[in-house]
Nanobody, 123 residues
Framework: QVQLVESGGGLVQAGGSLRLSCAAS????????MGWFRQTPGREREFVAG????????DYIDSVKGRFTISRDEIWNTVYLEMNSLIPGDTAVYYC????????????????WGQGNQVTVSS
């Protein structure tokens, strides 16, 4: 059974760093697009970053460019989101997801999701 298990969230002060991990099991995701999304109460889920399965092309929303880095480890079937210079506006539940299609910012394109991981940035 395909499963994504996230870890690495928590509470951090503004300006701090966290690294989220998403370990995939059940199949190899080497050729799949992997994405990170986030959601806060009352708001729609938001695409944060993605990495394609073929060329490893990355995509970020403007608000995290230069602060967040998405990467993947094909041997361990894991994708990471390194988050630096965190601000209170980054507070959300973060989800990783996979897409068998090409790179996309649309959540509907992603068929498998992790359980979500809370990230809280205090001011």
């Amino acid at each position: 059974q395909v499963q994504l298990v996230e870890s690495g969230g928590g509470l951090v002060q503004a300006g701090g760093s966290l690294r989220l991990s998403c370990a995939a099991s059940g199949r190899t995701f080497r050729w799949y697009t992997m994405g990170w999304f986030r959601q806060t109460p009352g708001r729609e889920r938001e695409f944060v970053a993605g990495i394609s399965g073929s060329a490893g092309t990355t995509d970020y929303i403007d608000s995290v460019k230069g602060r967040f880095t998405i990467s993947r480890d094909e041997i361990w079937n894991t994708v990471y989101l390194e988050m630096n210079s965190l601000i209170p506006g980054d507070t959300a539940v973060y989800y990783c997801a996979t897409s068998a299609g090409g790179s996309s910012r649309r959540g509907e394109q992603y068929g498998c999701w992790g359980q979500g991981n809370q990230v809280t940035v205090s001011s």
